[in-house]
C-alpha cells in the first residue's frame, strides 16, 4: 500500500494595521468550465518551477517532497481576496489571466481527481479560520465554499491553546494521523488562516512481494547506506535514454500512477530537478510498454518547509509585503505572513493475497529480453493522474528512510 500524506499546507494573513480601506468587496462571476488536461496544461510550469526552487534552497543531499497541487490549491482561495498587483503576480504564477477561470478550473480539477478512480483514496479537503473578531466579507466566504468546498470556522485566537488544537486536529483528521499538526504558534496579527489538505491512498495495480524483499546497498549523496529493496518483473511503461531512465508505477485501475525517474550513471539527481520540464515532456512521449526488472527501495519520508522565500522568488511578492492585498477579504490591510508546507510519503508492500499473485508472475529465467530498473541511487519520483496529468507530487529522494 502506498500511501502519500500529503500534505498540509497553510497560509497566514496578517493584518498590518487597523487602518481601513474605502474599497469594496470583490465580487466574482462564474465563467465557462475549462477541461481538466487544459487546467493542468496551464500549471505546470508552476509545478516545476516550485520543485526547483524548494530543491535548490534545502540543504544538499537533502529529501525534498512537495505536493505543487496543494499549494495551487490553498493560493486559489486566498487569490479571491487579492486585487491590483497582487491579483495580477499571483494569477502571472499559477499561468491563469483571471480568478474566474481559476476558481473554476481548480473546481473542476479537484472535482474530478477525486473520483477519478474508485481504487484509490485521494481526499482534497480545504479550510478557513479567522478570528472570532476579525470582520471577514460573507462573500469571500460564499466563495471559497462554493469553488473549494471549504470548512469555515472562527476561533478566538487569543485563546491559543485552544484554537491550536482544533486547527491541528483538522489537519490530523484530514490527513489520516499522518501529519499530526502543521500550527505551532499563533502570532498577536494573525487574523485567518486557509488550509489545504491532500491524503493520497492507493494499492499498486501489480504489487510487490514482499518474500522477494531484501537488504540492499542505496548509494546516497553521503554515502552508502542499507535499504528494503522491493523486486518486481513484469510489462511496465518505460523509458531508457543515456541521460535518464524512467519506470512508471500504476495505482488501481491505472489512472495514478508513480513515475521512478534515475539519472543516468554519473549523472546528477539535482541536474535532474533542474530540466524537469523538459525531462517530463520527454518521458510521456516516449514511455513504451517493455519487460522491466524493477528494483524499487522502501519509502519513508516526512518533510516541512517555510515556502516565503521561494514563492516570493517565483513571482508572488505584493502578498508578503504590507498593504491593502486583499480588498476582497475584508476592508483591512492584509498581507501573507506565513506558507507552511508539510508532507509525508511512504511506500511499501501490501498483504500476502497480492504478494502471492505477484510472485506467480516473477519470472527472470523464463523472460530472457528485459530491462533492469535498478533504484538504489537519489532519483526523482512524480505521482501523477493520466488523463489530465495532474501533478500531485514530486519529490527527490536522497535517503529512503
Not at 510550469?45 to 535548490?56: A, G, H, I, Q, Y
Not at 546516497?220 to 542499507?226: H, L
Amino acid at each position: 500500500m502506498r500511501t502519500i500524506t500529503a500534505l498540509s499546507m497553510f497560509l497566514v494573513l496578517s493584518a498590518s494595521s487597523c487602518e481601513k480601506n474605502l474599497e469594496q468587496p470583490v465580487h466574482i462571476k462564474p465563467t465557462i468550465e475549462m477541461k481538466a488536461s487544459e487546467v493542468v496544461e496551464q500549471t505546470l510550469p508552476f509545478s516545476w518551477d516550485l520543485f526547483k526552487e524548494v530543491n535548490r534552497t534545502s540543504n544538499p543531499g537533502s529529501n525534498v517532497v512537495i505536493s505543487p497541487f496543494s499549494v495551487a490549491q490553498a493560493f486559489g482561495m486566498v487569490i479571491n481576496g487579492a486585487s491590483d498587483k497582487n491579483l495580477e503576480e499571483m494569477l502571472s504564477v499559477f499561468g491563469f489571466k483571471d480568478a474566474e477561470g481559476l476558481n473554476e478550473a481548480y473546481s473542476n480539477i479537484r472535482e474530478f481527481l477525486m473520483y477519478a478512480d474508485p481504487n484509490v483514496q485521494l481526499d482534497i479537503p480545504n479550510s478557513v479560520w479567522y478570528h472570532k473578531d476579525f470582520d471577514v466579507y460573507d462573500s469571500f466566504l460564499q466563495l471559497v465554499k462554493h469553488y473549494y468546498d471549504a470548512e469555515i470556522d472562527k476561533l478566538d485566537f487569543r485563546q491559543e491553546e485552544a484554537a491550536k488544537e482544533v486547527m491541528n486536529a483538522w489537519v490530523n483528521d484530514a490527513t489520516k494521523g499522518k501529519i499530526s499538526s502543521i500550527i505551532n504558534s499563533i502570532p498577536e496579527e494573525a487574523v485567518m488562516y486557509l488550509i489545504n489538505a491532500v491524503y493520497f491512498k492507493g494499492e499498486w495495480t501489480n504489487p510487490f512481494n514482499e518474500n522477494l524483499t531484501t537488504d540492499a546497498p542505496f548509494f546516497a549523496s553521503s554515502g552508502e547506506m542499507r535499504v528494503k529493496m522491493m523486486k518486481d518483473m513484469g510489462p511496465y511503461l518505460s523509458v531508457f535514454e543515456k541521460d535518464y531512465s524512467a519506470v512508471n508505477l500504476p495505482y488501481g485501475d491505472e489512472t495514478f500512477s508513480m513515475t521512478v525517474i534515475l539519472p543516468g550513471k554519473g549523472k546528477s539527481v539535482d541536474a535532474l530537478v533542474n530540466n524537469m520540464s523538459k525531462v517530463w515532456s520527454n518521458i510521456n512521449t516516449k514511455l513504451t510498454s517493455r519487460q522491466v526488472a524493477v528494483e524499487l527501495p522502501r519509502i519513508k519520508i516526512e518533510a516541512g518547509y517555510s515556502l516565503d522565500r521561494q514563492l516570493q522568488e517565483l513571482g508572488i511578492k505584493q502578498a508578503f509585503l504590507d498593504g491593502f492585498n486583499f480588498p476582497g477579504i475584508a476592508n483591512e490591510k492584509l498581507r501573507i505572513s506565513n506558507v507552511i508546507h508539510k508532507t509525508f510519503i511512504e511506500v511499501n508492500e501490501k498483504g500476502t493475497e497480492a504478494a502471492a499473485v505477484t510472485g506467480i508472475e516473477l519470472s527472470v529465467t523464463s523472460v530472457p529480453d528485459y530491462q533492469e530498473f535498478r533504484v538504489n541511487r537519489p532519483f526523482v519520483f512524480v505521482i501523477s493522474e493520466k488523463s489530465t496529468g495532474a501533478i500531485l507530487f514530486a519529490g527527490k529522494v536522497e535517503k529512503p528512510v
